[in-house]
């Protein structure tokens, strides 16, 4: 595993679209790579990453709404496709013609999305230790999300299923302190909007070259399922790390970068 010695997190920027601001950061010049964080998470998960990468490509990384500096309100819809959407309004904005789109976890289906609904922006998508063509085993194992999304937004039981989905999350291994009430009550209703079938349909229609990475022990989503979804993917490098983990974008920071610049270099010039 290669990590680099310092992260780096510079500050945030922000930008507007149709339904209001966005938080971003944007550093280096050249082909672009713009980073989509899952979730619960912001642009700070990218921070291994961005120390990776030359300054000769442009690093862009984005809050989802509900996440870091975006307000929800910018673009509330927690849909797969309408997260897509939103990215999408993101690239037009900061008039971004072409770019290499990177997703990791929940962030690879937007970016999946994004990339189906502006195939000639999206010249390349990247995938890190993304969700598949189905649940994985956290997913299985965690009943009932529309109930609970539904109970999160309910007078009486708003409070009880915030705390009660934060331990779940901190029990998953995720850092929650910093973490507002509001965004954790996101996560699940975003969790409770997943769709597999949807999933399933852009995976089918992506029609650019993809980079798929995960590792082996992967605790959060198991390797047969980074499997299937890469197999069904166009064709791309397929980077399989014994270790490394769910957070591939810090324990394999160098290796990723690598992959990602030359995918760059090859797509958007």
């Not at 496709?81 to 789109?101: P, S, T």
């Not at 000639?120 to 999300?145: D, E, K, M, Q, Y």
């Not at 331990?167 to 996560?187: C, E, I, N, S, Y």
Request: glycine share 10%.
């Amino acid at each position: 595993m290669t990590t680099p010695a310092l992260p780096r997190d510079p500050p945030c920027r922000l930008g507007h679209i149709a339904g209001g601001p966005f938080s971003y950061t944007d550093e280096g010049v050249g082909p672009v790579l713009v980073a989509v964080h899952g979730l619960p998470g912001s642009v700070r998960d990218f921070r291994w990453l961005g120390a990776a990468l030359p300054d000769s490509v442009r690093f862009v990384r984005l809050d989802l709404p509900g996440f870091g500096g975006t307000p929800l309100a910018t673009a509330p819809d927690p849909g797969i496709d309408a997260r897509g959407a939103f990215l999408v309004e993101v690239l037009q904005a900061l008039n971004i013609a072409r770019c290499v789109v990177i997703g990791h976890s929940m962030g690879g289906a937007v970016a999946l999305s994004a990339a189906v609904q502006a195939p000639g922006r999206v010249t390349a998508l990247g995938l890190i230790a993304s969700i598949g063509l189905r649940p994985h085993h956290v997913l299985r194992r965690f009943a009932g999300p529309p109930l609970l999304a539904r109970a999160v937004d309910m007078p009486v039981l708003a409070r009880p299923t915030r705390l009660l989905f934060r331990a779940m999350l901190r029990q998953l291994g995720f850092a929650t302190p910093q973490l507002t009430d509001d965004a954790v009550a996101h996560t699940l209703r975003c969790v409770a909007a997943l769709d597999f079938k949807l999933q399933g349909r852009n995976s089918a229609q992506l029609a650019v070259p993809t980079l798929v990475a995960w590792a082996q022990d992967d605790a959060l989503i198991e390797r047969a399922v980074s499997e299937e979804h890469a197999a069904a993917l166009p064709p791309g490098p397929r980077l399989v790390f014994a270790a490394g983990g769910h957070n591939l974008q810090k324990s394999q920071a160098m290796e990723l970068a690598t992959a990602l610049v030359e995918l760059a270099h090859k797509t958007t010039e």
